[in-house]
C-alpha cells in the first residue's frame, strides 16, 4: 500500500499569503490529484495528473512535483481557501488519500 | 449536470446489515467506473471499493473484503454499496464518486454503527 503523508498538519496563512502544502509517497506514484474539503461538505477536485487544474478552480491554485514529492500551492491565500486538503493517489491499489492539512486564516 | 445521491444511511446495530444506494444523473453511468469512499467522525477520508463501468472487476481495501460488496445496476444508474458484519469502525460518512479523477461526488450519507 503507498502511503502518503502530508504536512503540516495544520497551518494558518495571512490575507495574500503564499502556501504551500506538501505530499509524499511511500513509493513512487505517476500523478497526484488534491482536492478541498470545506466543514462537512463533500470533497472538490481542485488539481489533477499533479499540475492541471479543475474545472472553475482560481488560478491562484496550482500543483507541481514528480515520483515521491508532490505540492499543492496557493499563489495569494484567500478567506474562502479556508479548508482541509488532501492528496490522493490512484497509481496503485488501494487508492490510498493522506492525512489531510488544516488550513485556517490567520 | 451530473449529480450524484446516495441513500441508505442510519443506526445499525454492531454485526448487523445495511445496503446504501447512490443514484446518478447528468452522465452516461455506464461509461464510468465507480467508487465508495468513507469519512469517519473528524477523521480523513479512506477510499472503501471500485467497480469497473461495466461491474465485471472490484476492488477493495482490506478491513472490508469479505465484508462489504460493491455493484451496481447500469439499467438503473445506481451505484451499491452491501456492508455486511458491520463494526463500530465502519462508523462514518459514505461518498460515492466517479473514476477516474473522483471529480464529483455525492452529498454523502452517515452509517452509524452502535448497539
Known amino acids: 500500500e503507498i502511503v502518503l503523508t502530508q504536512s503540516p498538519t495544520t497551518m494558518a496563512a495571512s490575507p495574500g499569503e503564499k502556501v504551500t502544502l506538501t505530499c509524499l509517497a511511500s513509493?513512487?506514484?505517476?500523478?497526484m490529484y488534491w482536492y478541498q474539503q470545506k466543514s462537512s461538505a463533500s470533497p472538490k477536485l481542485l488539481i489533477y495528473?499533479?499540475?492541471i487544474l479543475a474545472s472553475g478552480v482560481p488560478d491562484r491554485f496550482s500543483g507541481s512535483g514528480s515520483g515521491t514529492s508532490y505540492s499543492l500551492t496557493i499563489s495569494s491565500m484567500e478567506a474562502e481557501d479556508a479548508a482541509i486538503y488532501y492528496c490522493?493517489?490512484?497509481?496503485?491499489?488501494?487508492?490510498?488519500f493522506g492525512g489531510g492539512t488544516k488550513l485556517e486564516l490567520k | 449536470e451530473v449529480q450524484l445521491v446516495e441513500s441508505g444511511g442510519g443506526l445499525v446495530q454492531p454485526g448487523r446489515s445495511m445496503k446504501l444506494s447512490c443514484a446518478a444523473s447528468?452522465?452516461?453511468?455506464?461509461?464510468?467506473?465507480m467508487a465508495w469512499v468513507c469519512q469517519a467522525p473528524k477523521k480523513g477520508l479512506e477510499w472503501v471499493a471500485t467497480?469497473?463501468?461495466?461491474?465485471?472487476?472490484?476492488y477493495y481495501r482490506d478491513s472490508v473484503k469479505g465484508r462489504f460488496t460493491i455493484s451496481r445496476d447500469n439499467a438503473k444508474s445506481t451505484l451499491y454499496l452491501q456492508m455486511d458484519s458491520l463494526r463500530s469502525e465502519d462508523t462514518a460518512t459514505y461518498y460515492c464518486?466517479?473514476?477516474?479523477?473522483?471529480?464529483?461526488w455525492g452529498q454523502g450519507t452517515l452509517v452509524t454503527v452502535s448497539s
Open positions: 513509493s513512487s506514484v505517476n500523478y
Open positions: 490522493l493517489q490512484l497509481t496503485s491499489t488501494p487508492r490510498t
Open positions: 495528473y499533479t499540475s
Open positions: 447528468g452522465f452516461t453511468f455506464n461509461n464510468y467506473d
Open positions: 467497480i469497473s463501468y461495466d461491474g465485471s472487476s472490484t
Open positions: 464518486a466517479r473514476e477516474p479523477l473522483f471529480n464529483y
